[in-house]
């Protein structure tokens, strides 16, 4: 415990040191998954059976008037960089957030809202070397979050230089990523009773290697409406590639979550990732999901199946997953 204590202090440079036992407030919340995961017969597999676990630790308080909030994560092991934010609320001015990896703002906070009652149709599939999914953003570790609501419109900004990557105070990130990131959204549910609506933008710093910009322009929207327990979504994204014979790609996607009874919901969607090559012909990436999941108070049952055809823009490569976990809160 002296360590995360240490942890907390460095982080607010000093100023809870302060902090009478009655100013300051520290609280933990944790959880514990296991799983059964079934991949692709192709695929060779061992032990299906795996667990996470995950412990939250948020400290708060007034630091020179203002409400000063840590939080740091840590998953699985508290060996090296443990993902944190400090935030400072601004009261009518906004809320500014350093984040360390949390992912508390900016366009990735939207970058697949197709409703879902557990994980999206892309969980658990194969990764692409160079692929980006048709997700947008660019990472969450070492920016600059402003974050404020205006006429009942949030507004989420973020800033960063260079690549998105965690260091430790008084380092400097490694070269290979030129130019600035920044991006935002923006989301409002009071336009109609039931619906959600969101858009964001941005500019996110690449390698710039050979010719080319050194930013990729992201951009994304989606709508979802939820009526007598079903919420269906809609949502499309375009995930630029700048760089000498970057390949483009352009997501489609929709879905529909039911709420079957008190606990118990399923759901299905589709996504379409069309993958813009400069030099070949255009690949289709087709990707489908279900899932179903019971949640009895802090416990939580979920079953998904999800399958993709014509994986990262190849064609003819496939993949499919089913995981099994027990999800439990505390």
Same mark, same amino acid.
């Given at each position: 415990?002296?360590?995360?204590?240490?942890?907390?202090?460095?982080?607010?440079?000093?100023?809870?040191?302060?902090?009478?036992?009655?100013?300051?407030?520290?609280?933990?919340?944790?959880?514990?998954?296991?799983?059964?995961?079934?991949?692709?017969?192709?695929?060779?597999? $061992?032990?299906?059976?795996?667990?996470?676990?995950?412990?939250?630790?948020? $400290?708060?308080?007034?630091?020179?008037?203002?409400?000063?909030?840590?939080?740091?994560?840590?998953?699985?092991?508290?060996?090296?960089?443990?993902?944190?934010?400090?935030?400072?609320?601004?009261?009518?001015? $906004?809320?500014?957030?350093?984040?360390?990896?949390?992912?508390?703002?900016?366009?990735?906070?939207?970058?697949?809202?197709?409703?879902?009652?557990?994980?999206?149709?892309?969980?658990?599939?194969?990764?692409?070397?160079?692929?980006?999914?048709?997700?947008?953003?660019?990472?969450?570790?070492?920016?600059?979050?402003?974050?404020?609501?205006?006429?009942?419109?949030?507004?989420?900004?973020?800033?960063?230089?260079?690549?998105?990557?965690?260091?430790?105070?008084?380092?400097?990130?490694?070269?290979?990523?030129?130019?600035?990131?920044?991006?935002?959204?923006?989301?409002?549910?009071?336009?109609?009773?039931?619906?959600?609506?969101?858009?964001?933008?941005?500019?996110?710093?690449?390698?710039?290697?050979?010719?080319?910009?050194?930013?990729?322009?992201?951009?994304?929207?989606?709508?979802?409406?939820?009526?007598?327990?079903?919420?269906?979504?809609?949502?499309?994204?375009?995930?630029?590639?700048?760089?000498?014979?970057?390949?483009?790609?352009?997501?489609?996607?929709?879905?529909?979550?039911?709420?079957?009874?008190? $606990?118990?919901?399923?759901?299905?969607?589709?996504?379409?990732?069309?993958?813009?090559?400069?030099?070949?012909?255009?690949?289709?990436?087709?990707?489908?999901?279900?899932?179903?999941?019971?949640?009895?108070?802090?416990?939580?049952?979920?079953?998904?199946?999800?399958?993709?055809?014509?994986?990262?823009?190849?064609?003819?490569?496939?993949?499919?997953?089913?995981?099994?976990?027990?999800?439990?809160?505390?």
């Amino acid at each position: 415990m002296n360590n995360l204590k240490k942890i907390g202090l460095s982080a607010l440079a000093g100023s809870l040191a302060a902090f009478s036992a009655n100013a300051a407030e520290m609280s933990v919340s944790g959880s514990a998954k296991v799983t059964y995961k079934n991949t692709d017969s192709s695929e060779v597999t $061992g032990n299906p059976y795996g667990m996470n676990t995950s412990l939250g630790f948020t $400290g708060s308080g007034d630091v020179n008037g203002y409400e000063t909030t840590l939080f740091i994560t840590s998953a699985d092991q508290f060996g090296g960089m443990s993902s944190a934010s400090l935030s400072v609320d601004l009261g009518d001015m $906004g809320k500014v957030t350093f984040d360390q990896g949390v992912g508390v703002g900016g366009i990735s906070t939207i970058d697949d809202k197709t409703p879902s009652a557990y994980e999206e149709v892309w969980d658990g599939l194969d990764a692409v070397t160079g692929d980006k999914n048709g997700l947008v953003g660019g990472g969450n570790s070492g920016v600059f979050v402003y974050a404020n609501t205006f006429a009942g419109t949030a507004l989420t900004a973020q800033y960063g230089k260079g690549a998105s990557g965690a260091q430790t105070d008084d380092a400097v990130g490694g070269e290979g990523t030129s130019g600035s990131s920044w991006d935002f959204a923006v989301t409002n549910a009071t336009l109609y009773e039931g619906m959600n609506v969101g858009a964001g933008y941005g500019k996110i710093a690449n390698s710039g290697s050979g010719q080319g910009s050194d930013t990729d322009e992201h951009y994304t929207a989606f709508v979802t409406y939820t009526m007598s327990g079903v919420t269906a979504g809609y949502q499309q994204s375009f995930v630029g590639n700048d760089q000498q014979g970057g390949m483009d790609e352009e997501a489609t996607g929709w879905g529909v979550a039911i709420n079957l009874m008190e $606990g118990l919901s399923a759901s299905y969607g589709e996504r379409e990732v069309k993958h813009v090559k400069a030099s070949d012909t255009d690949v289709t990436e087709d990707q489908e999901g279900i899932a179903i999941a019971y949640t009895l108070g802090s416990a939580k049952l979920a079953v998904q199946k999800n399958e993709v055809t014509n994986n990262g823009g190849t064609a003819g490569t496939n993949d499919e997953s089913l995981e099994v976990a027990l999800s439990l809160s505390f």
